[in-house]
């Protein structure tokens, strides 16, 4: 008995293109995907153009899970584009405004109203300090700055705040003014003001992350009383916030501060004395008023508009007024 062996067919030529179990079946379509997603097209979008256009015939699962991917891609580059920024212990704080914080009931009108969020966060450990506020003007925002240092115990070499106008008069690259009563106090704790260019707020990247850490955290929640909201953020840091292992130093946030603590420079014996400022005119019979108050001055002020700082105990007059005073 003869056994005839069967002889097999030859594959084809050139071989049919195939993917790996683990590629993705819009990997083909790579190019096109990425210039739908740079022209703001959404995933059914992309998924109707691969239809219609390329005879795709996966599913649209395989579109989305491909577009979070690429999408994922462009993050990690842009991230590698913007490296973090590295500061010694006690060297640098970032400040900002939150814009929105916790809603929480007014004392004067009864109803709800969502309170400002004030963020300062350290460079070296990333401790943050959370305040709250009802309104903002240069003296809420210089109260909010020694807040913070009597809450850290301590006062970094430098602050880098945006370009807001509470703290800065005129933004300039080489020679920003600050406003009057910022610049006193940050004088008064050996602090030095970097405003950041102008339209580049990757510079303080640090207190934005810290800013949507708290705003996350106070999503949803509603407060009786401002000191209610104050109490339940200072809760939250000591417990939750301070407790963390942060992302990028991958050491929890209280161990680092511990370390830093040391390196920030100690509190002036005395805070802060905060003023007031504005303009007044000269009246006849020589006399200036303030806070209901009658000052009187030379004769040859008589009709002049001088410049008037005043505190609790002392009244400044100067003939010529500020550049840095918002009036």
Not at 173 to 197: E, F, K, M, Q, W
Not at 313 to 326: D, E, G, Q, S, Y
């Amino acid at each position: 008995m003869t056994l005839e062996a069967t002889r097999a067919s030859p594959p084809p030529w050139p071989p049919t293109p195939g993917r790996s179990p683990q590629a993705s079946a819009c990997e083909p379509y790579r190019e096109a995907i990425e210039q739908a997603l740079a022209r703001r097209r959404d995933g059914a979008a992309i998924y109707r153009d691969l239809v219609d256009d390329h005879g795709f015939i996966a599913g649209y699962a395989s579109v989305q899970r491909f577009v979070r991917r690429l999408r994922a891609e462009r993050a990690a580059l842009r991230d590698d584009a913007h490296p973090v920024i590295e500061t010694a212990a006690g060297e640098e704080a970032q400040v900002d405004y939150g814009g929105t914080g916790p809603m929480v009931r007014d004392p004067e009108t009864g109803k709800y109203r969502r309170m400002r969020l004030f963020v300062l966060t350290l460079g070296y450990s990333r401790k943050s300090v959370r305040l709250l506020a009802w309104r903002s003007s240069s003296e809420v925002w210089a109260r909010l700055h020694e807040q913070a240092f009597r809450r850290l115990a301590g006062v970094p070499r430098t602050v880098v705040l945006d370009n807001l106008k509470e703290g800065v008069f005129a933004p300039d690259i080489y020679d920003p003014a600050l406003n009057s009563l910022y610049r006193d106090l940050i004088t008064h704790y050996g602090v030095t003001a970097l405003p950041c260019r102008v339209r580049h707020p990757d510079r303080k990247g640090k207190v934005e992350r810290g800013v949507d850490h708290a705003q996350r955290a106070l999503r949803g929640l509603r407060f009786e009383s401002p000191d209610a909201a104050q109490a339940y953020l200072y809760r939250w840091e000591e417990r939750w916030a301070d407790k963390r292992i942060h992302g990028t130093t991958k050491r929890q946030v209280a161990a680092m501060f511990a370390e830093e603590k040391p390196s920030l420079r100690p509190l002036p014996v005395e805070p802060f004395r905060f003023y007031r400022h504005g303009m007044r005119i000269v009246h006849l019979d020589g006399a200036v008023e303030v806070e209901g108050a009658y000052y009187h001055l030379p004769p040859g002020w008589l009709g002049r508009r001088v410049a008037v700082q005043w505190d609790a105990l002392h009244v400044r007059f100067f003939a010529w007024a500020p550049p840095t005073w918002v009036l």
